[in-house]
């Protein structure tokens, strides 16, 4: 079973300043899709950016970029230029690309904080 | 353009009772999923669907029973409620099969059971 560890519960980043969260997983296949989702207090989950394991170019969306290693198994996000905005759960997400179950395993989350 | 649509938004019960939360979607996705978030947890999954007349357990589903008679609607049943089942569920769907395309949550339900 694949498995999702995010190491950071808590993160916090001045405003304008740039912040990374990390996430590590547990897989023995090699195609998959990992994905950062964000979660404000308004308690939607909004899907934040997206990356194909058998893609080496990183995914960028705007001020979010990824690092996935796909050897190391890491895929950290980074936010650049963070916005009050920003503050929220922050989950990793796993989710295979075979087979006929397309859950989404989670990392239990990091919740970062942006002051002004 | 709805997307993902759980009803009700708040619910309390008291232990023993039964209910249903509503999800309905409106993208014609394949698959759809039941999660809940616990705090400290991260959210795991409840149920899922590939397809209309083809539900599967996922991490957590004793205590939950789903149907799916229609692409479109995926309710999930509480069948005698417990303390440990208060959560926020969420709803989610997506296209299937070799797709990339990520999931859409609805705006979760927070249920209390006293």
């Known amino acids: 079973a694949q498995t999702v560890t995010q190491s950071q519960p808590e993160m916090s980043v001045q405003e304008a300043e740039t912040v990374t969260l990390s996430c590590t997983y547990d897989t023995s296949e090699s195609d998959y899709y990992l994905f950062w989702y964000k979660q404000p207090p308004s308690r939607q989950m909004i899907l934040v950016i997206r990356q194909e394991a058998y893609k080496q170019q990183n995914a960028t969306e705007n001020r979010f970029s990824v690092n996935f290693q796909k050897a190391a198994k890491s895929f950290s996000l980074k936010i650049s230029d963070s916005q009050l905005g920003d503050a929220a759960m922050y989950f990793c997400a796993y989710r295979s690309a075979t087979g006929s179950n397309y859950k989404l395993t989670f990392g239990k989350g990091t919740l970062l904080t942006v002051n002004p | 353009n709805a997307g993902v649509t759980q009803t009700p938004k708040f619910q309390v019960l008291k232990t023993g009772q039964s209910m249903t939360l509503q999800c309905a979607q409106d993208?014609?996705?394949?698959?759809m999923s039941w999660y809940r978030q616990d705090p400290g947890m991260g959210l795991r999954l409840i149920h899922y669907?590939?397809?209309?007349?083809?539900?599967d357990q996922g991490e957590v589903p004793n205590g939950y029973n789903v149907s799916r008679s229609t692409t479109e609607d995926f309710p999930l049943r509480l069948l005698s409620a417990a303390p440990s089942q208060t959560s926020v569920y969420f709803c989610a769907s997506s296209r299937g099969q070799y797709s990339n395309q990520p999931q859409h949550f609805g705006d979760g339900t927070r249920l209390s059971i006293l």
């Open positions: 993208m014609n996705h394949e698959y």
């Open positions: 669907s590939v397809g209309a007349g083809i539900t």
